[in-house]
């Protein structure tokens, strides 16, 4: 079993800062360097979207054009821990913002990609 728990969501104003944390742990997640590890987000009504993703070993990394520039993802494979620093926040970024780890070398901007899944954190922008 895998768990992934997000931290970090809150309120902030628009303009302003969050810093959203991802903890992997679990018996059978043997090596935490072989998973790609994303961030997507879903706002009420909507699907659940890519916002960023990076490599295991390579530590490439990948974002939605809606985020690029302003969301930076950085993973810390000694501590098994994923983030998101997010910048310049907007009103439209407010949602559930969920870590998901993929094994091996799969499309990382596809949610069917991923294995695994935290509950989730929940991110609100006001104006």
């Known amino acids: 079993q895998v768990h992934l728990v997000e931290s970090g969501g809150g309120l902030v104003q628009a303009g302003g800062s969050l810093r959203l944390s991802c903890a992997a742990s679990g018996r059978t997640f043997s090596t935490f360097s072989n998973y790609a590890m994303g961030w997507f987000r879903q706002a009420p009504g909507k699907e659940r979207e890519f916002v960023a993703a990076v490599r295991g070993i390579a530590g490439t990394t990948y974002y939605a054009d809606s985020v690029k520039g302003r969301f930076t993802i950085s993973r810390d494979n000694a501590k098994n821990t994923v983030d998101l620093q997010m910048n310049s926040l907007n009103p439209e970024d407010t949602a559930v913002y969920y870590c998901?780890?993929?094994?091996?070398?799969?499309?990382?901007?596809?949610?069917?990609?991923?294995?695994?899944w935290g509950p989730g954190t929940q991110v609100t922008v006001s104006s």
């Open positions: 998901a780890a993929a094994p091996g070398t799969r499309y990382v901007r596809s949610p069917v990609s991923y294995d695994y």
